[in-house]
């Protein structure tokens, strides 16, 4: 039980805490290749309930899933110019197959935009065509200096989205219904409090119009930038040679959005929710839900239990039964390492009683319930644990929430606290620049349904725009 009590304090050495707790909660184990993760069967399946939801609600919404190739010949790369270098310092190259010198190096995909471009521009043909609305579940593969569990990995698990429209109206609506399907899913599904915006020009995605962002804040008050929707425009289409004949029977180029989220949601989670005894899960998106956890070596109670596991499974509750012979103790900080949203216990005198014992994860709440109750009991206490998870990371994040109306208070409060600072900002990436390089602090996103009420914060011109400030992971 020491062993799994050994996780670093959050609040001394957040940056330990965390690589403790997605260790001992056995998310993933560090592999040969430097920066990049094994992802245990724990995270793993952590990571197929997102993926589950997700596909679901994409394929509802008339997406298709597809498979691209892992490899980027050079002289497709370098067709869009502003992607390339926005990706060039990340970029692995293949160069040799075999004994064999390649005749052209193959970049590992960053990403596939210029994959699908080189696609689309095969099958499309007419207006009838449109639109083509992809998915791919794919790794992709970016060098990163630092890297981090979940948070920066050389190797990512991720998701992309990539369609083609016959208007720019479309476009933009795709863009923006898919930004709206990740914050209902990170509000609803993993309890994360987002805030949704724009991306500046200088932070957007390279080769791209518009770039929508969610962002998350983590319990230490830096931001992670949780999942992005893009707008290209005629930009790739018009680099690749895209075209369709339109309803009046002339050539144009079409309109393309992209969208992506990643195991980063994972590490956002953890971030968020996680405490000092280790991982805590919303109940929506854990793969147990109920550990089961029998007091002492008594049949009598192991076959209640049984019964219990059986109620469960046809109520599609998802749990499991701790039969070792650990102790009781230790059975229970395993059970809070993990993050099981529910741990029931039951012994002979609680069986005797016609009663047993539920804790939440969330608070460690005993809570006596009969045995008659038991899918009733369970049902209401993980849609307060889910609400609740919500509920708590507002709160934490509202109150890391600044507003400066001068620059110097601006760089006092960075100075001194965690979390964004809103601020009237003209639009001007030298103001962005000076923020970045005197604080740290990077643009988060652009609020569009706020106005400003006031000059630039830096320069004293007019404020163009209300945007958020922060840190980031």
């Known amino acids: 039980m020491k062993e799994l009590r050994e996780i670093t304090r959050r609040d001394v050495d957040f940056a330990s805490w965390y690589t403790d ?25 952590i990571w197929e309930n997102i993926q589950s939801v997700l596909d679901k609600e994409f394929k509802r919404l008339g997406h298709q899933n597809i498979q691209m190739p892992m490899f980027i010949p050079e002289s497709l790369l370098n067709i869009e110019k ?18 064999e010198l390649l005749e052209e190096r193959l970049c590992v995909r960053p990403t596939s935009e210029v994959l699908f471009c080189d696609h689309f521009k095969k099958i499309m043909k ?15 593969v970016r060098w990163e200096k630092n890297t981090r569990p979940f948070l920066r990995s050389r190797e990512i698990l991720w998701q992309e989205g990539h369609t083609m429209h016959e208007t720019c109206e479309e476009a933009v609506e795709e863009t923006k219904k898919m930004l709206k399907v990740y914050e209902d899913f990170q509000r ?132 499991q039964m701790n039969r070792s012979d650990k102790t009781p103790g230790f059975k229970f900080a395993e059970s809070e390492v993990k993050g099981y949203p529910i741990r029931l216990e039951l012994g002979l005198r609680d069986l005797e009683a016609g009663t047993i014992t539920l804790v939440r994860r969330d608070t460690l709440e005993k809570i006596s319930v009969s045995l008659d109750n038991i899918v009733e009991n369970i049902r209401t206490i993980l849609e307060s644990i889910q609400e609740n998870l919500y509920n708590r990371a507002l709160k934490r994040r509202n109150s890391m929430l600044y507003k400066a109306d001068t620059y110097d208070e601006f760089k006092s409060i960075a100075k001194s606290k965690s979390g964004f600072i809103k601020i009237n900002w003209c639009g001007n990436t030298e103001c962005e620049d000076k923020i970045k390089e005197e604080t740290g602090l990077k643009s988060r996103c652009i609020l569009e349904e706020e106005n400003p009420d006031g000059q630039c914060i830096v320069c004293g011109n007019s404020g163009k725009h209300k945007i958020y400030f922060g840190r980031q992971y």
């Not at 260790?23 to 245990?40: E, H, N, P, Q």
């Not at 230490?220 to 425009?233: E, I, K, M, P, R």
């Open 188 to 319: 609803n599904y993993l309890a994360l409090p987002v805030i949704v915006g724009r991306k500046t020009e200088k932070e957007k995605f390279a080769g791209a119009d518009i770039t929508y962002t969610i962002e998350a804040m983590m319990y230490d008050g830096v931001a992670l930038q949780n999942g992005t929707s893009h707008y290209f425009g005629q930009n790739f289409a018009k680099a690749f040679g895209i075209e369709f004949l339109n309803k009046e029977n002339k050539l144009e180029n079409p309109y393309q959005t992209s969208w992506g989220v990643s195991t980063r949601m994972i590490g956002a989670i953890i971030m968020t929710h996680s405490d000092d005894r280790g991982l805590v899960l919303p109940p929506k998106i854990a793969p147990i839900k109920v550990d089961l956890i029998p007091i002492g070596n008594n049949e009598e109670v192991f076959r209640k239990m049984k019964e219990i596991q059986k109620i469960l499974d046809k109520e599609h509750i998802t749990n």
């Open 21 to 45: 707790v997605v260790k001992k909660a056995d998310l993933i184990d560090y592999s040969s290749v430097k920066g990049s993760m094994i992802i245990r069967p724990y995270g793993y399946a």
């Open 82 to 99: 502003d992607h390339v270098n926005g990706f060039a310092p990340e970029v692995a190259w293949v160069t040799q197959g075999g004994s």
């Open 126 to 140: 007419s207006y009838r065509d449109l639109p083509l609305l992809y998915n791919q579940w794919c790794t992709i």
